[in-house]
């Protein structure tokens, strides 16, 4: 896909803010590699004398000293500017592009301009939104449902089998427990390469919309995780876990069952929680294993350091 081209009248449109530049650009870059035709940020008095030394048709920066310079617009926060501009200057497909070796039963809806990679498989009754990527040797098993503007990376499989066995008490025999429910990914999600998210028991797993997910990620059956929230790689959650909105996981975050992350929670990396707490606290943020809250993680960890 190749890039637009867009004008600084526009681009100051698209981020509500005024420019008089006349200044055309068709890609986002780095300062180093930036020319006339390109937009770069800055975030501070050192990243914005190098953004103004540089030959870059348009720059992203706050404050009101940065506007002395006729190609910056002036925004509140330049890295997300940044990455509305990259959004905007893409150029969308107008139509589907199918790999000739992916496999797609004839019984999965796909919709309207939706890339499949190579040996990618979409199975038998699985829906497509509009929009969506599935990347290289991406499974879809039956029945997923994966909304609009969905990005599945090589290797993710959605819609596996539970893990969920009944032991008999007896001979210590585990039978697995029936794994008939579904997954539904909602709008605008990403989902990382080699991720695995487990269709529902009997009910569903559901993915919010607008939620990110890494590399190597793995989500329980059961599992509700909210609009907006963010995991990091490595993440491994346990059956029937309920993550609420906004929500962010650290790599190497570990959720036993059941556990209820509330809104707004941060676990920093390699944190865990035991299976059936509760962490409440919008913006607060918990480390540690079993986590807690930061400011007694950090006495925690003054105390066992006294103990050497």
Do not use: W
């Not at 005024?18 to 986002?28: K, Y």
């Not at 939104?129 to 993710?156: C, H």
């Not at 959605?158 to 210590?172: D, E, I, Q, S």
């Not at 029937?240 to 909105?245: L, N, W």
């Amino acid at each position: 896909m190749s890039a637009k081209r867009l004008s600084a009248v526009e681009i100051a449109g698209l981020l509500g803010v005024e420019t008089h530049s006349t200044a055309v650009v068709s890609r986002v870059s780095g300062v180093e590699s930036a020319g006339e035709d390109a937009v770069v940020f800055a975030e501070d008095e050192r990243t914005l004398a190098a953004a103004m030394a540089s030959g870059a048709g348009l720059i992203l920066a706050r404050g009101a000293d940065a506007g002395k310079d006729g190609r910056v617009l002036v925004v509140d926060a330049p890295r997300y500017a940044f990455a509305i501009c990259a959004q905007a200057l893409m150029e969308r497909r107008t139509r589907s592009e199918v790999h000739e070796s992916a496999v797609i039963d004839p019984t999965a809806k796909v919709g309207e301009r939706v890339r499949i990679g190579a040996r990618a498989v979409v199975e038998a009754e699985v829906t497509l939104g509009d929009d969506v990527e599935i990347g290289a040797g991406a499974v879809i098993l039956r029945g997923v449902e994966i909304g609009d503007r969905v990005v599945v990376q090589a290797g993710a499989v959605l819609g596996a089998t539970g893990f969920g066995y009944v032991r008999n008490a007896k001979t210590g025999e585990h039978l697995l427990f029936p794994q008939q429910g579904r997954l539904v990914i909602e709008d605008d999600v990403e989902i990382g390469a080699n991720t695995t998210i487990d269709r529902g028991a009997l009910g569903e797993t559901r993915i919010g919309r607008g939620t990110k997910i890494d590399d190597q990620v793995h989500i329980g059956h059961n599992c509700r995780i909210g609009k907006n929230v963010l995991m990091a790689s490595q993440v491994g959650i346990s059956g029937s876990c309920v993550v609420e909105d906004g929500a962010v996981l650290a790599g190497q975050v570990g959720l036993g069952d059941h556990v209820h992350i509330g809104p707004g929670v941060i676990l920093g990396g390699a944190s865990g929680v035991f299976p059936g707490k509760h962490l409440e606290g919008p913006g607060q943020m918990f480390m540690g294993v079993p986590a807690e809250p930061l400011k007694d993680y950090l006495k925690t960890m003054a105390r066992v350091r006294r103990l050497k």
